[in-house]
């Protein structure tokens, strides 16, 4: 099994709205990672979970909080949010954070915030 | 120093033809460059991926070409295929931030039958 599993496909929010992105993998991998995608651009760092710890934070606002609940689990908490936050949310994962090697993404969240 | 600059952003070949994306960067601290494919609605597939002690590498009808002392690499797609039309990314990471891939802005590239 060599996917990374993004629920929900498609997420419409309001701004007062709370919501959570979903992602899982059955890899076996140590690394997790939540990248901020808009259209026609590259996907942007957000959050790095190594061993199910925060190991890096790329400054994101607050009104979007990670949750690494075990080593197959990765949630981001939706708070708050502004029409311009509106993007594909991409999950991956990878043998170890601090090693480098391929990262496998999932097919991502793509939210709208009205 | 972070930034890795990747042109063209669009490129529109022939089928049977070569497509050729170029990737430079700046950090000499980076020792890992992948090549990312997307489709649209789809996630990033990695595509291929060199270090920098090697200065070719091939997977099929893909080459990544590396420049050490240039700085540079680049992506040819050999018999490029109405199959291959993506967005391509070139990537850089560093060895104690493996997960931080910095990506290159993208390329579009169509085949035209």
């Known amino acids: 099994d060599t996917e990374v599993t993004q629920t929900p496909k498609h997420l419409v929010m309001g701004m007062t709205n709370k919501k959570s992105l979903k992602c899982e993998q059955h890899?076996?991998?140590?690394?997790m990672y939540w990248y901020k995608q808009k259209a026609k651009k590259p996907p942007e760092l957000m959050f790095v979970?190594?061993?199910?710890?925060?190991?890096i934070n790329e400054s994101v606002p607050s009104r979007f909080s990670p949750e690494c609940p075990n080593s197959s689990l990765l949630n981001l908490h939706l708070h708050a949010l502004q029409p311009e936050d509106s993007a594909l949310y991409l999950c991956a994962s990878s043998l170890s954070g601090s090693v480098t090697g391929e990262l496998f993404f999932g097919e991502g969240s793509r939210l709208t915030v009205l | 120093q972070q930034q890795v600059k990747q042109s063209p952003q669009s490129l529109i070949v022939q089928k049977g033809g070569i497509s050729i994306i170029n990737c430079a960067y700046e950090n000499t601290a980076f020792d890992y460059f992948p090549w990312y494919q997307q489709f649209p609605g789809k996630g990033p597939a990695l595509l291929i991926a060199?270090?920098?002690?090697?200065s070719e590498k091939k997977e099929g009808r893909f080459t990544i070409s590396f420049n050490k002392s240039a700085k540079q690499f680049s992506l040819h797609i050999m018999d490029s295929q109405p199959g291959d039309s993506a967005t391509y990314f070139c990537?850089?990471?560093?060895?104690?931030?493996?997960?931080?891939?910095?990506f290159g802005q993208g390329t579009e590239l169509s085949v035209k039958p």
């Open positions: 890899m076996g991998h140590r690394a």
């Open positions: 990537a850089a990471s560093k060895g104690n931030q493996g997960g931080k891939l910095i």
């Open positions: 979970y190594s061993y199910e710890k925060l190991s």
């Open positions: 060199i270090r920098p002690d090697v």
